[in-house]
Nanobody
């Protein structure tokens, strides 16, 4: 069983930066995608970014490309989401997720993901 634990959320002002972390434990697969999604109350959970193991390819929501960067540590134990120039509309709960044996066409589809963390709140407000 895979467990995912997010951290790094908080309250920041517009224009600030924040880095989220997701620590993964358990599981034996070496072929998966790790992703970040976000959700605002009353709205659907939306794709933010993903990184695919083993080749490290990254994928981003078009609207966030250039401000958000996803990375991982060498052991693939932790993935990160660096968020720059944050805007009030980035306010959401951010979730980490894992998709086993991904194909490119499924990486942005939240319904395909097998494991989810509990989420971390990010609030951007002056």
């Amino acid at each position: 069983q895979v467990q995912l634990v997010e951290s790094g959320g908080g309250l920041v002002q517009p224009g600030a930066s924040l880095r989220l972390s997701c620590v993964a434990s358990g599981g034996t697969s070496s072929s998966y995608a790790m992703a970040w999604f976000r959700q605002v109350p009353g709205k659907e959970r939306e794709f933010v970014a993903a990184i695919r193991r083993p080749n490290g390819a990254t994928f981003y929501a078009d609207s966030l490309k250039g401000r958000f960067t996803m990375s991982r540590d060498n052991a693939w134990n932790t993935v990160y989401l660096q968020m720059n120039n944050l805007k009030p509309e980035d306010t959401a709960v951010y979730y980490c997720a894992r998709l086993l044996n991904p194909i490119v066409s499924t990486i942005r589809d939240r319904d395909r993901y097998h494991y989810w963390g509990q989420g971390t709140q990010v609030t951007v407000s002056s």
